[in-house]
Nanobody, 116 residues
Framework: QVQLVESGGGQVEAGGSLRLSCAATGSESNANVMAWHRQRQGRQRSLVALITSVGMISYADSVKGRATISKDNAKNTMYLQMDRLTPEDTGVYFC??????????WGQGTQVTVSS
């Protein structure tokens, strides 16, 4: 059973930065995809960024140029650095861990609030 521990959320002023972390433990698969999803109030959860175990990266258009996703494969820990935050970045950020061809897991979410 994979467990995900998220950290790094909080309140920040517009224009500021934050760094989210997600540590995955319990996986026996080296082939995986880790991703951050954001859910704004009243809206569906949407992909922010993802990174695969072989280093492929993708960003949502809304964060391109402002976000950097990275991963420490030895620790199975993913990071999301977000800069020049705006109130539109406010939401609950969920970590997703998907073992290729197997199961997927979700973290409990971490709240990010950007004040104007």
């Amino acid at each position: 059973q994979v467990q995900l521990v998220e950290s790094g959320g909080g309140q920040v002023e517009a224009g500021g930065s934050l760094r989210l972390s997600c540590a995955a433990t319990g996986s026996e698969s080296n082939a995986n995809v880790m991703a951050w999803h954001r859910q704004r109030q009243g809206r569906q959860r949407s992909l922010v960024a993802l990174i695969t175990s072989v280093g492929m990266i993708s960003y949502a258009d809304s964060v391109k140029g402002r976000a950097t996703i990275s991963k420490d494969n030895a620790k199975n820990t993913m990071y999301l650095q977000m800069d020049r935050l705006t109130p539109e970045d406010t939401g609950v950020y969920f970590c997703q861990f998907k073992e290729i061809g197997k199961s997927e897991y979700w973290g409990q979410g971490t709240q990010v609030t950007v004040s104007s």
